[in-house]
Antibody, heavy 120, light 106 residues
Framework: EVQLVQSGPEVKKPGESLRISCKGSGYSFTRYWLGWVRQMPGKGLEWMGIIYPGDSDTRYSPSFQGLVTISADKSINTAYLQWGSLRASDTAMYYC??????????????WGQGTMVIVS | IVLTQSPGTLSMSPGERATLSCRAN???????LAWFQQNPGQAPRLLIY???TRATGIPDRFSGSGSGTDFSLTISRLEPEDFAVYYCHQYGSSPTFGQGTKVEIK
């Protein structure tokens, strides 16, 4: 089964660091862009950035550049989203997602279940 | 690119036709415009990509149209499971989402 499985919920304090993960299975992980989307409580979707695990080419939204780091370990088919110093405003649900087509950035059609991050 | 969706909320009855709008402040390159549906507590689901192509498994009551800066999603006959929040998304240049339209039961 083709799926993305994300790590579990996190409760952290302001100033702490955090890395959440997204593991792909059932497909060629290195050939599909993988992105991250934020959804703050009761709010809409925000595109954060994407990575191509094959060569670690990474693109960020200007709104998130410098605030988070996206990475991938292709040896274990896992992508990461990390913060060096969390803020209360980072409290949100974070989704990883993948387009339907390999080797091209298209709209996301496969989504992880989401990771809730609470900073308080 | 800033995407503005209207209306913010659409109050409809089952069986009615719903039309949602998404306007961009710049041309969306290659009509790289998608629509997503999101139900409470769930991840978004891709409905439409390339402005008008239905994603796999999406019923034909969903249709997308438009080009350039003006796009729309039409649900021809609302089913109970269609009452949800809908987002447009441009993935052509520094991808962004619209703020969403909630389709609620009247």
């Amino acid at each position: 089964e083709v799926q993305l499985v994300q790590s579990g919920p996190e409760v952290k304090k302001p100033g702490e660091s955090l890395r959440i993960s997204c593991k792909g299975s059932g497909y060629s992980f290195t050939r599909y862009w993988l992105g991250w989307v934020r959804q703050m409580p009761g709010k809409g979707l925000e595109w954060m950035g994407i990575i191509y695990p094959g060569d670690s080419d990474t693109r960020y939204s200007p709104s998130f550049q410098g605030l988070v780091t996206i990475s991938a370990d292709k040896s274990i088919n896992t992508a990461y989203l990390q913060w060096g110093s969390l803020r209360a405003s980072d409290t949100a649900m974070y989704y990883c997602a993948r387009p339907a087509v390999a080797d091209r950035y298209e709209a996301f059609d496969l989504w992880g279940q989401g990771t809730m991050v609470i900073v308080s | 690119i800033v995407l503005t969706q209207s209306p913010g909320t659409l109050s409809m009855s089952p069986g009615e036709r719903a039309t949602l709008s998404c306007r961009a402040n710049q041309t969306v390159s290659n009509n790289y415009l998608a629509w997503f549906q999101q139900n409470p507590g769930q991840a978004p689901r891709l409905l439409i990509y390339g402005a008008s192509t239905r994603a796999t498994g999406i019923p034909d009551r969903f249709s997308g149209s438009g080009s350039g800066t003006d796009f729309s999603l039409t649900i021809s006959r609302l089913e109970p499971e269609d009452f949800a929040v809908y987002y447009c998304h441009q993935y052509g240049s520094s991808p962004t989402f619209g703020q969403g339209t909630k389709v609620e039961i009247k």
